[in-house]
């Protein structure tokens, strides 16, 4: 992706099923866990870069032991910073304990049995620490502290605080972090009240009922209180004090979760090939977590997986699989080659089936995968066009034309390589571009000037703001005829609120494109009549609503959006002629068949909170208000 795009968070979670006794013996370390989640988290770091944090319970701790320990941080080099500060700690512990794992579980605030790290990309708020997770609920009693983090964005937020108000609380902000927090642990508390007016009455003592609280809170009632009318994208981890913990995942599957168990270990995480990767396992032990589920750890060691929600129409973000999940899954992986697989047809029509005179590359480096993808779909149409062009000459009586129909195949080249040591500090804008402008080098000597076509797969068009500033104009300087850009994804239309910061209409080329052609064509009244359909739509509540912002593309073509597009993003002073083409969203659900949710580009929302934020975004954008909408 050519456009810098904050996104998700990644999450990490492992819970120890032996004594911290049985890791040193084995291993040689009581470490274990805390390396297996810097793993963890190391491997998803592509999830998160605006700050870290990790937290740890312990189990079974002695009465005024410390059995809750957090470290966070939101420095550009967060996930070193805290296990650096981590492992800085045993310096407090004499030499002679920093291998005895009693002695740390009781005296080293991190040598714990369950562990929970996250990595933060921001979508809203500053990076401050305060906006770190985990986050923190406490209370003396073990069973009411909660721990909480997770890659989630909820849309319902006002919703969610009035219900608080209602409940008598007086939130300290609207943010989703806070309210969940408070909400979870508003029920928390409910359920340890339950059982404590149950136990007292069966003349249990206040030390008993605690005790038993902890074997005997319902997790399930928890939860299916707490997600009760949530709106939004999430897989949140939450683990309570005495020992108990959970994993949550929306009922569409909007935001991805797996998790891996053996005899030693509760492992979840974000992304299946993190797990994979740090315990050596194989693919098919790796469980993806159901929408609407719930992984419940209890103290005791056991688990299961429960449904807290009921299901709705899998829905699972189709741009994990184009962009933000790491492509080394092996499920991810064949779908991104089957991205660029299926645009070898369109791509082979825009050059006219000439081979000869075009140049294949990318924009570096998510678009790797779907770009080999793409050159197998070419080699393949060619196999055809050389059979074809054979069996129309005598292959014996003119071998110089059968030498030159064999050699035709796809001109690979390297063209784009991105210097990752330069940063830009210059403020003023014309020498800021400048220098943006040579953050990517270029491969000379590979096109005939005027001559040869370029072909660039990127993986997605967002804003087009780094496509027009530098990319387009780096590669004129090769002097190529033409240059198409690929994009795997189909065209951005429609903002996101699950989790990416994607909310602002206007941000996007192909709205823009859309506002554009309307008028062309004489029909920017739909702008105005949309904009009144849209605030009818805002004045209904979030489950009445329509996507009315699907009414500005319906009169409008793919590909003319597409020509548009090209045209707004084409420098004024570029010499190459220059296309766009994207992927269909048809040949997308090929690709990913099992992630369905394609709401950046069709509109088509998988929970009503959804067309509620795309209704505000465009009322924002046509009132001038270049703020969040949600």
């Known amino acids: 992706m050519s456009d810098a795009i904050k996104h998700e968070c990644g999450v990490a979670f492992i819970r120890l099923r032996k004594p911290l006794e049985y890791y040193q013996e084995k291993y040689g370390t009581f470490w274990y866990g805390l390396a297996k989640l810097q793993y963890l988290m190391t491997k998803q770091l592509n999830r998160g870069q605006d700050g870290a944090g990790m937290g740890v319970v312990k189990l079974d701790p002695d009465y005024g032991a410390r059995y809750l320990a957090r470290k966070r941080s939101a420095s550009k080099t967060a996930l070193t910073d805290i296990f650096e500060e981590v492992g800085a700690a045993l310096n407090d512990i004499p030499k002679e304990f920093r291998n005895d794992a009693d002695y740390l579980r009781k005296h080293y605030p991190y040598a714990g049995e369950m562990l929970l790290g996250h990595l933060r990309y921001g979508t809203y708020g500053g990076n401050s620490i305060e906006n770190i997770h985990p986050f923190l609920r406490q209370n003396n009693w073990m069973a009411r502290n909660l721990m909480l983090a997770g890659n989630y964005n909820i849309t319902n937020t006002d919703e969610l605080f009035n219900a608080l108000i209602d409940l008598g609380q007086q939130p300290k902000e609207k943010s989703d972090n806070v309210l969940m927090l408070e909400k979870i642990g508003h029920f928390i508390d409910e359920e340890n009240q339950r059982l404590f007016g149950v136990m007292k009455a069966q003349g249990f003592t206040n030390l008993e009922i605690s005790e038993k609280i902890k074997e005997e809170i319902s997790l399930t009632n928890i939860l299916k209180r707490s997600f009760k009318n949530v709106d939004g994208g999430y897989n949140m981890i939450g683990m309570l004090g005495h020992g108990d913990a959970f994993i949550i995942r929306d009922p569409a599957g909007i935001r991805p979760s797996h998790y891996y168990i053996d005899d030693e ?26 929408p609407g589920n719930a992984l419940l750890v209890r103290k005791s060691g056991h688990v299961e997986e429960v449904n807290i929600l009921p299901p709705t129409e899998r829905m699972s973000c189709s741009f994990e699989r184009i962009y933000f999940s790491r492509g080394n899954d092996q499920a991810i992986y064949h779908e991104r080659k089957d991205l660029g697989r299926l645009l070898a047809t369109p791509v082979m029509g825009l ?20 770009f080999y993808g793409l050159i197998d779909g070419i080699h393949e149409i060619r196999r055809d066009l050389q059979a074809e062009a054979l069996s129309k000459i005598d292959v014996k009586n003119e071998p110089e034309r059968v030498k030159e ?11 784009l390589v991105k210097d990752v040591k330069m940063r830009t500090f210059i403020t003023n804008d014309s020498d800021r571009d400048d220098l943006v402008g040579h953050v990517y080098d270029i491969t000379y000597g590979v096109v005939k000037s005027w001559n040869d076509t370029l072909v660039i797969m990127d993986d997605s068009v967002v804003r087009g703001t780094t496509l027009k500033r530098s990319i387009l104009r780096i590669l004129d300087r090769l002097e190529p005829k033409r240059i198409i850009l690929v994009s795997s994804a189909p065209q951005i239309r429609y903002p996101d609120c699950y989790g990416i910061d994607m909310s602002k209409m206007g941000d996007f080329a192909a709205f823009a494109a859309a506002v554009e052609l309307l008028k062309d064509k004489g029909m920017a009244s739909l702008l ?40 707004m993003l084409k420098p004024k002073d570029l010499r190459a002629e220059f296309d766009i083409l994207f992927q269909s969203v048809e040949n997308l659900h090929k690709a990913c068949p099992g992630d369905r949710g394609d709401w950046y580009f069709t509109g088509n929302y998988p929970t009503p909170g ?3 934020v795309a209704n505000r975004a465009f009322v924002n954008y046509i009132e001038g208000r270049k703020e969040r909408a949600y």
């Open 265 to 290: 270990v509760v492992v979840v995480a974000s992304e299946r090939a993190a797990i994979q990767t740090a315990f050596n396992v194989y693919p098919e032990d790796v469980q993806e977590l159901g």
């Open 405 to 415: 129909i064999l050699s035709w195949r796809p001109r690979r080249e390297k063209i």
């Open 528 to 567: 105005d009549k949309t904009y009144e359909a849209a605030k009818v739509e805002l004045s209904k509540s979030a489950s009445e609503q329509r996507c009315v912002v699907q009414d500005i593309y319906a009169p409008l073509a793919d590909a003319e959006v597409s020509k548009k597009i090209a045209e």
């Open 610 to 612: 959804g067309n509620q």
């Open 351 to 370: 050059l006219g089936n000439d081979l000869v005179n075009t140049v294949f590359s990318y924009v570096p480096n998510t678009a790797a995968t779907s």
